[in-house]
């Protein structure tokens, strides 16, 4: 891009890229910064409506943010390849900015399409559309005053990106720590409970005592399911950045739970990640972990299901099954057997959501999870892959 050495900044100009700046160095949240950056570009320019589209590794236009466009308009303009133009830099930096007959319509009436690119140093990121209703001249001052927005844009998607790269980098640190302390006390002192009471169940085999043999097989039995629950949490600890995530960890444990069984288990899934806090992460795959495991230890079940949905902001997760089932009425009155049933229901409302559970003895149970989750949070999170 030429130096700009033929006009001076109007008090307009300088006015709108000092707002730009302060908007994007404030400490508000990823969503609450896009929408007031596009509020404020929309108001300045005019604009009917104003979106920001980020490159995917892909090679599509991802819609990251958008205002004044309803959900279905959204949709037409969501994954579109990406156009050539946006790639190169031009002679005239009048050239840069892109007009043509935009794809979307308001009260019956096609916008005009004005494409200002999102730039950092010389990498392209992607583009911001503002959506007009009458025709714009694009003077070099514009041209200009565009394409430091959208150079100011792009530097602080980066920034942020470098930001939450660091954060991710402490907390894989920070979970291998973790991993690694439970693995050189917790699994050594269960290792060795576990040897001590082998030693003393040998013993007691010899002098025959029945009860007490049986109470020690119990006891042999709960510290191997101890141990295989702190293995699980220890490889989970370890997971890597890119396999995180509620969606890649259901796949694990499913994936699991096929391998030891053998019982034929269906995972059907119509997203393929959501960006959620960790303890909401952590809740909502607890319980999908826990639903499994009663499958094996109690079902005797021959197909087992689990369906992840979305219709919206609700997540609903289905796990299901055709083994034994149970008596509800007897899951507060049998307390201990049925401990986990009621963990999980705590777990749901930790979600904030609701755990439904459907049982009938040889009829099978169906476990049903709906959380909130917000949509339009998950698509700004995108902007981390950068």
């Not at 466009?69 to 790639?87: M, R």
């Not at 220890?234 to 739970?257: D, T």
Request: hydrophobic fraction near 40%; glycine fraction near 6%; charged fraction near 25%.
């Amino acid at each position: 891009m030429k130096e700009n050495t033929t006009f001076q900044w109007s008090i307009s100009s300088l006015k709108l890229l000092y707002q730009v700046m302060s908007i994007l160095n404030s400490a508000d949240s990823d969503r609450q910064v896009l929408h007031d950056f596009l509020y404020l570009i929309k108001q300045h320019f005019h604009s009917k409506a104003a979106s920001i589209q980020l490159i995917t590794n892909e090679g599509l236009m991802n819609l990251v943010a958008y205002d004044g466009i309803s959900e279905s308009q959204a949709n037409t303009i969501q994954h579109i390849p990406i156009d050539g133009h946006l790639f190169s830099f031009e002679t005239d930096v009048i050239d840069e900015i892109q007009i043509y007959d935009g794809e979307l319509d308001f009260d019956g009436h096609k916008a005009i399409q004005i494409c200002i690119p999102v730039r950092y140093k010389i990498r392209t990121l992607g583009v911001i559309n503002l959506f007009s209703m009458e025709k714009v001249e694009i003077t070099e001052e514009l041209a200009y005053l565009l394409l430091s927005i959208g150079a100011h844009l792009g530097e602080s998607l980066k920034k942020h990106q470098l930001q939450v790269s660091a954060k991710q980098l402490l907390i894989q640190e920070e979970r291998n720590t973790i991993a690694n302390e439970l693995h050189d006390s917790l699994a050594q002192t269960l290792a060795s409970i576990r040897f001590q009471v082998r030693i003393l169940d040998q013993t007691l085999q010899s002098v025959g005592d029945y009860m007490a043999i049986q109470t020690i097989e119990q006891i042999e039995h709960g510290l191997e399911e101890a141990t295989t629950d702190l293995r699980e949490l220890i490889a989970h600890c370890r997971v890597s950045i890119e396999e995180q995530g509620l969606i890649p960890a259901i796949k694990r444990v499913v994936n699991k739970f096929k391998h030891e069984t053998g019982i034929h288990i269906l995972l059907q899934c119509e997203i393929n990640n959501i960006e959620l806090p960790t303890n909401m992460e952590l809740n909502a795959y607890r319980i999908v972990q826990e639903s499994l495991a009663n499958i094996k230890k109690h079902a005797n079940a021959n197909i087992v299901r689990v369906l992840i949905t979305t219709d919206g902001d609700n997540i609903h997760i289905l796990i299901e099954n055709d083994g034994n089932g149970f008596d509800q009425s007897k899951i507060h009155s049998e307390a201990g057997k049925h401990l986990g049933l009621s963990i999980m229901k705590e777990r749901a409302r930790h979600l904030g959501g609701e755990l439904k559970i459907e049982s009938e003895i040889d009829e099978g149970t169906r476990i049903e999870l709906t959380f909130r989750h917000n949509n339009q949070t998950d698509k700004i999170k995108q902007i981390n892959i950068i």
